[in-house]
C-alpha cells in the first residue's frame, strides 16, 4: 500500500472496523489545520506538487491513484477537484461524474460502468460521486432490495481491492458539511444569477431525507473503510480548508508512491541535433 496522510490529518482516516458518528464531527472545526494564509499558501505549493508528481507517475505508466469524491449536494466535489488539480496537466487525469445509470448500465451490474471509468496505468482517476451512490442513494430511495443492498457492502470491498492488487492506489473523500451551510450554498444559487443554473430542485427532495443520508452515509463509511482503500472524512464547511486536506493527503501519497522516470537504454550524449 502507499496510501500517506500527514500526521496532523491522521485523526481524518476512518479506521476500518469502526462505526461512524457524523454528528460527532465538526464540519467547521479546522483548527487543526492553523493559519488560514499559510494553509492557502501551501495549498498552492500541494497543487503544484501534485503537477510535478503527476507527471512522474504518467512517464512511470505503471500504476495508477483513484481519488473518490462523495459528499451531499453543495459538499463542494466540483469545487475541490478545481481547487486541487487546477495545476495538474489534463493528459494524465481523467475527471468521471457519475449521474444516474443509463438503460445499458441498468442492464449490467452496478460496478460495471465503474470498472470502466478507472484510471490507466500512469495516470490520476477523479470520480466525482462514485459506485457509493448504490448504497448511498440506492439506501435511502430503496431502489433495490435490502438484501441487494446489504451484499453490495462487500462486493465494493472486494472490487476496489482488486484495483489495488492491480496498481491502482485508491484514496476516498467524504465532503462533510452541515445542514446550514448547504441551505446557504443552495439559496446562493438562487440569488446569483451567474449560478442559478446549478440549482436542481431535486436537491430540495433529497434535504428532506437529510437525517436517513446522513445514516447511510454513516454505514458506508464504516463498512468500505479498509486498509486497502480508507475513507476521509473532510470537514468541508469552508472551502480553502476542504481543498487543503484533499490536496495535502493526495500530494503525501503520490510521494509515498514515489513514481519515477523509466530509465532510457541511451544516454542523451549517444544523439546530435542537427
Known amino acids: 500500500m502507499s496510501h500517506s496522510c500527514p500526521k496532523h490529518l491522521s485523526h481524518l482516516v476512518v479506521t476500518p472496523g469502526t462505526a461512524v458518528d457524523l454528528g460527532a464531527i465538526d464540519p467547521r472545526q479546522v483548527d487543526f489545520l492553523g493559519d488560514e494564509d499559510k494553509v492557502r499558501a501551501r495549498l498552492n505549493e500541494d497543487a503544484i506538487a501534485i503537477d510535478r508528481l503527476q507527471d512522474r507517475l504518467y512517464g512511470e505508466g505503471k500504476r495508477a491513484l483513484l481519488v473518490v469524491l462523495q459528499g451531499t449536494d453543495t459538499s463542494g466535489k466540483d469545487g475541490t477537484i478545481r481547487g486541487v488539480f487546477n495545476a495538474t496537466g489534463p493528459l494524465g487525469v481523467t ?44 439506501r435511502v430511495r430503496n431502489l433495490a432490495p435490502k438484501d441487494v443492498i446489504e451484499a453490495r457492502y462487500d462486493q465494493i ?36 444569477p451567474g449560478k442559478n443554473w446549478k440549482f436542481n430542485a431535486g436537491d430540495l427532495e433529497d434535504r ?38 484533499v490536496a495535502a493527503i493526495v500530494r503525501d501519497t503520490l510521494e509515498a508512491m514515489d513514481p519515477r522516470y523509466p530509465k532510457m537504454p541511451w544516454k542523451p550524449s549517444d544523439f546530435k541535433i542537427v
Open 95 to 138: 475527471v468521471t461524474a457519475f449521474k444516474r445509470p443509463s438503460e445499458e448500465e441498468l442492464a449490467h451490474d452496478f460496478l460495471w460502468r465503474v470498472h470502466k471509468a478507472a484510471p490507466r496505468r500512469g495516470t490520476i482517476g477523479l470520480f466525482n460521486r462514485s459506485h457509493y451512490e448504490d448504497v448511498l442513494v440506492g
Open 157 to 192: 470491498n472486494d472490487f476496489e481491492r482488486l484495483l489495488t492488487e492491480n496498481g491502482t492506489v485508491i484514496l476516498k473523500f467524504m465532503l462533510h458539511i452541515s445542514k446550514d451551510e448547504q441551505a446557504e450554498r443552495l439559496q446562493e444559487r438562487l440569488d446569483d
Open 208 to 245: 428532506k431525507l437529510w437525517g436517513a443520508y446522513q445514516k447511510a452515509y454513516e454505514t458506508a463509511l464504516s463498512r468500505c473503510s479498509t486498509t486497502h482503500a480508507p475513507w476521509h472524512i473532510v470537514p468541508a464547511d469552508r472551502k480553502w480548508a476542504r481543498n487543503a486536506i
